[in-house]
C-alpha cells in the first residue's frame, strides 16, 4: 500500500449540483487545484499540483450512498476545522477506530466523504 499524502485520494468523481461552489469548498477545505475541462467538468489536483487525482462532474448526480471516499490528514481537527469553515458539514464528528481517528463530511453538494489520521 503507498503512504498515505496529506489530503489526497485516488482518482475519483463526483457528481456536483453547483461546480463554482463545490470548487471553492475543496480549494478552501483541502487545498486542491483544479484542471477546467469546460464549463461542466474540473478535473482534480493535488494539493502540491501534481498528477490529477479526480474530477468534479455536473452531468452526474451527487450521492451520500456511493461508497466512502477517505481522505488521509496529518492533523485530523485541523481538518475538522477546514471542513467547516468551508461551509462542509460535519456528517459523523471524528471518532477512534483501530489504528487512528477518522470523520465523515458532506461537501456543498451533498457528497459525502470521511477524512483519517493516524494514531
Known amino acids: 500500500m503507498p503512504v498515505p499524502t496529506h489530503h489526497t485520494i485516488s482518482y475519483i468523481e ?3 449540483t453547483d461546480l463554482a461552489a463545490t470548487r471553492a469548498f475543496y480549494e478552501s477545505a483541502f487545498g486542491w ?12 489536483q493535488p494539493p502540491d499540483g501534481a498528477g490529477e487525482i479526480g474530477g468534479l462532474n455536473t ?5 451520500s450512498q456511493g461508497p ?4 488521509f490528514s496529518e492533523n485530523l481537527d485541523a481538518t475538522v476545522d477546514a471542513v467547516r469553515g468551508a ?7 471524528p471518532y477512534e477506530f483501530p489504528g487512528g481517528r477518522r470523520f465523515e463530511f458532506t461537501d456543498p453538494s451533498g457528497n459525502r466523504l470521511g477524512v483519517f489520521a493516524d494514531a
Open 14 to 16: 463526483l457528481g456536483v
Open 33 to 44: 487545484k483544479f484542471n477546467d475541462y469546460g464549463p461542466t467538468y474540473s478535473g482534480v
Open 59 to 63: 452531468a452526474s448526480d451527487p450521492s
Open 68 to 71: 466512502l471516499v477517505l481522505l
Open 87 to 93: 461551509g462542509g458539514t460535519i456528517a459523523v464528528p
